[in-house]
């Protein structure tokens, strides 16, 4: 009951929030210099058949009134046409997000397969080299861009050794990709039952996983130790040790309190990456939704760049709302 | 505060105690001192760039494109035919211009906005009116998607140097505001700053002499990892072709340019940029670990008893 209350309070917040992103982000959009007619027809058109697309495109009416037609529609589920897709923005974002989606939540699972288990052993030392290796790590994964470590990858598992195929989608040309039904190749190759595609999928998923699983553990590695820190050196930690329990139930219980912040760091590195992966998406050819963006922006193609602001807004509130309940999983305290 | 004697050289000058308290600081923790060597060697090569390279970083000669690593071009040279190592060397010119000026641009204007919204917060006049609005509007700026709000903000400034800088402002503007107003709500309920305002001093002469100056510690410590951050996101929007202009040099923009090269075999034009960049944003990230411990009276007294 009182977690409906919370996620009740929650959505009537974000709602405005929502509004306010949209508001910004179409009259910024619009600022953008160049003339999507203009774009369409190429330049060749003439003077008519440009004034005539732009009363169709409505982007000869003021602003403001171009606003409220977008907002009309948003609220209906529509938002516009993309000219260099030529089809309706939803169905782009429906086909491309689920790509993105696929690689950050496996990236992210690799970093914390490596962040989480480094951060607690680094926090029970105070000196040697697990300590030190993870300090280094920590820094080291905040400063080298995920783009070129992609490329490094690329180099060595491709060109060298030739282990993974070549960086170029997400299937091989070759093979026939599973019928959609999650739009997760992985996913639907499993319930098809096709053994080709599945591994095919996995290959080609595999560097860019890795890449973004080396890169995003430093975060979630600095997380975990300092508050594995704290934890340890906390009093119930203590009194638990003073109560003579073995160093492995006490570990335990540590691991068991540090979980909620490990939890935020993952949500916020969620968030972040729906649009921040854009640069390894653009290194594998990934055709997923912060390319499409990015795409977008560069050509002077409004419509996709509104539809991914609004698209990951969206997105991150459940994510956020997924994790809020969560915390009310792992965290006794905050039921009350 | 009861002044205790630490050691016994409390004649010499205060500045040369500090001196000393550092050198100590950085044989206790190397890294620290790593950290400081690569800031200033990597500005000691932006500012002496054009006297150290071999070659023009944009002069391209089409003879001996795709050179490996050898003798004559250390590093090789690119697609086009340009020396790779006077480009890396050239590059922390414009790279370090960007970042730092984008970053010291976000915390001028993120501080200030952050000191006058927390210093009003609370009143029951307009301003508090303000300060709200302020707020939302700095939540609705964070919960942006970070990249493709700056890749739109240089397209909506043109394709420069200055829409980079603005860019990049933008994005970290939030995040000073954020860390000033944390602070400022709690110096403002200090007497001194009671005291200042019986004895007639304006709200800008409080906030001016008072507030800033007592608060603006976690945004200085702040500064240096986000000028290295500040890099990536420069690289980053170069990668896609919204950064810096083709042939200029600039990390992102040559990690981009050899990145056909890299699955051909060629992995140099990429491979050598992308170290000067990590490396770089490591001894920045280094250096701002150093003023987090030593800006913070706990860790440093923690240090300085290690030290002994």
């Not at chain 1, 854009?278 to 795409?295: H, K, P, R, T």
């Not at chain 2, 944009?58 to 790779?84: K, Q, S």
Request: charge should be positive.
């Amino acid at each position: 009951m009182q977690v409906l209350r919370y996620i009740g309070r929650r959505v009537l917040f974000v709602v405005p929030q929502l509004f306010g992103i949209i508001l910004v982000s179409f009259f910024l959009v619009k600022l953008i210099p160049g003339d999507p007619a203009v774009m369409m027809l190429g330049p060749t058109a003439s003077e008519q058949s440009i004034a005539d697309l732009r009363d169709k495109l409505g982007v000869s009416k003021p602003l403001v009134v171009q606003f409220g037609r977008y907002m009309h529609d948003v609220v209906r589920g529509d938002l516009g046409t993309s000219w260099q897709t030529t089809r309706p923005v939803t169905e782009d974002l429906f086909q491309r997000f689920p790509a993105t989606l696929e690689l950050i939540t496996l990236g992210l699972l690799v970093a914390i397969a490596i962040g989480f288990p480094l951060g607690v052993a680094a926090a029970r030392r105070k000196r040697g080299a697990v300590r030190r290796f993870a300090d280094y790590y920590g820094l080291l994964a905040g400063a080298v861009p995920d783009f070129w470590l992609a490329l490094v990858l690329i180099f060595v598992f491709y060109t060298l050794l030739g282990w993974s195929p070549p960086p170029l989608g997400r299937i091989d040309m070759a093979v026939i990709p599973p019928p959609t039904i999650t739009g997760s190749l992985v996913i639907d190759s499993l319930l098809a039952g096709d053994l080709r595609a599945l591994l095919s999928a996995l290959g080609h998923l595999l560097l860019p996983v890795l890449t973004l699983g080396v890169i995003n553990a430093g975060p979630i590695l600095k997380m975990t130790q300092s508050t594995m820190e704290r934890t340890l050196n906390s009093e119930f930690i203590r009194y638990a040790e003073t109560c003579g329990l073995p160093r492995r139930v006490v570990l335990r219980q540590a691991v068991r309190a540090a979980l909620p912040s490990v939890l935020t760091i993952v949500s916020v590195l969620y968030g972040f990456l729906i649009g921040g992966a854009v640069l390894v998406e653009i290194v594998f050819s990934w055709g997923g939704a912060g390319q499409y963006a990015v795409q977008g922006v560069l050509n002077a193609d409004l419509n996709p760049v509104l539809g991914f602001v609004v698209f990951s807004a969206v997105l991150s509130l459940v994510i956020y709302l997924i994790v809020d309940l969560l915390y009310f999983a792992l965290d006794p305290r905050m039921r009350g | 505060m009861i002044p205790v004697a630490v050691s016994g050289d409390r004649a010499a000058s205060p500045w040369l105690r500090r001196l000393r308290f550092l050198a100590a600081v950085l044989r206790a923790r190397p890294a620290f001192a790593l950290g400081y060597a690569i800031v200033i060697g990597v500005i000691l090569i932006a500012l002496l760039a054009p006297w150290i390279v071999p070659y023009g970083p944009m002069v391209a000669d089409p003879n001996v494109y795709l050179l490996p690593p050898g003798p004559r071009h250390l590093l090789g040279t690119d697609g086009t035919g340009m020396d790779i190592l006077s480009r890396v060397l050239s590059a922390p010119r414009v790279d370090l211009t960007i970042a730092v000026l984008g970053t010291l641009i976000s915390a001028g204007i993120g501080s200030c906005i952050g000191a006058i919204v927390g210093y009003y917060e609370g009143e029951r006049t307009w301003r508090r009116a303000v300060s709200t609005a302020v707020m939302r509007a700095a939540d609705v700026l964070q919960a942006f998607p970070v990249f493709v709000f700056a890749i739109a903000l240089v397209a909506v400034f043109g394709q420069s140097l200055h829409s980079i800088i603005i860019a990049i402002a933008f994005v970290n503007t939030p995040i000073y505001l954020r860390l000033m107003r944390t602070q400022v709500l709690a110096i403002r309920r200090y007497r001194y700053i009671e005291a200042a305002y019986v004895a007639g001093a304006s709200d800008l002469s409080i906030l001016a002499r008072h507030v800033i100056p007592n608060a603006i510690a976690p945004a200085l410590a702040q500064l240096s990892v986000n000028i290295g951050w500040a890099i990536l996101l420069t690289a980053g929007l170069s990668f896609v072709g919204a950064g810096v202009v083709a042939p200029t040099p600039e990390w992102g923009s040559m990690i981009a340019m050899g990145f056909q090269n890299v699955v051909t075999g060629q992995w140099w034009p990429s491979v050598f940029p992308g170290i000067a960049l990590g490396l770089t944003v490591f001894g920045f990230a280094l250096v701002g670990a150093s003023v987090e411990v030593l800006a913070d009276p706990v860790r440093r007294r923690v240090l300085s008893g290690t030290l002994g």
